[in-house]
């Protein structure tokens, strides 16, 4: 079976602080890619990163980071000098090879709120 | 501009009276995808559709029905909506169905079933 967990349900920080989301995915495939949504309060997802799993090499991305770590099944996301508009809830979510199509298993989201 | 639209965005029905939530897409994507989203329980799709009368279930597919007659559009029906089904849907499209594809998703369709 495929899961993805994401333990940290709300995060609170105040702008500038440094935070980290947690994923923790679970795949027999070995091939398989993973990816982050952003749901900012207007609700739409905002794609923000897709990684394969051959692909370990962290990604940064302006304040954005990710930090794949197959031995430890896990995909966290990092943003560094937090701002108000990040406040959101964020996705981690995998689409492994054989899964029907393309569906791609959600975590259950990190909502973050930044306060000024 | 390449986009996914539904509609209606916003819907309060009653129990049993039927609906469509209407899903379409102006890239020419072959595969489209309908997920329900629920608190601490993430997205989880409720069908899928590989091609023009190609449709399958996903995971929660109970009390849905879906069709594809055009290869743009891919409406979600429900035929007696039940208070369960109260949430938050979005349709998803891709260029095809292969893992690892960027799917680009609608804005959103509330639902909320009395």
């Known amino acids: 079976a495929q899961k993805v967990t994401q333990a940290q349900t709300e995060i609170s920080v105040v702008e500038k602080e440094d935070v980290t989301l947690d994923c923790v995915y679970e795949t027999r495939d070995t091939t398989y890619y993973l990816f982050w949504y952003k749901q900012p309060p207007s609700g739409e997802l905002v794609f923000l990163i897709r990684?394969?799993?051959?692909?370990?090499q962290n990604e940064i991305s302006g304040r954005y980071s990710w930090n794949f770590q197959k031995s430890t099944s896990s995909f966290n996301f990092t943003i560094t000098a937090s701002q108000v508009v990040d406040s959101a809830v964020y996705f981690c979510a995998l689409s492994g090879v054989y899964n029907q199509g393309g569906k791609l298993i959600f975590g259950q989201g990190t909502e973050l709120s930044v306060k000024p | 501009e390449a986009q996914v639209t539904q509609n209606p965005r916003y819907l309060i029905t009653v129990t049993g009276k039927k609906l469509t939530v209407t899903c379409s897409q102006n890239?020419?994507?072959?595969?489209m995808s309908w997920y329900r989203q629920d608190p601490g329980l993430g997205l989880r799709q409720i069908y899928y559709?590989?091609?023009?009368?190609?449709?399958d279930k996903g995971d929660v597919p109970e009390g849905y029905k879906v069709s594809r007659k055009e290869k743009r559009n891919f409406p979600l029906i429900l035929e007696s909506p039940s208070p369960n089904q109260t949430s938050l849907y979005f349709c998803?499209?891709?260029?095809?169905?292969?893992?690892?594809?960027?799917?680009?998703f609608g804005p959103g369709t509330r639902l909320t079933v009395l």
């Open positions: 998803a499209s891709s260029f095809s169905g292969g893992a690892g594809r960027e799917q680009f």
């Open positions: 559709s590989m091609n023009v009368e190609v449709t």
């Open positions: 990684r394969n799993s051959f692909d370990e």
């Open positions: 890239m020419n994507h072959e595969y």
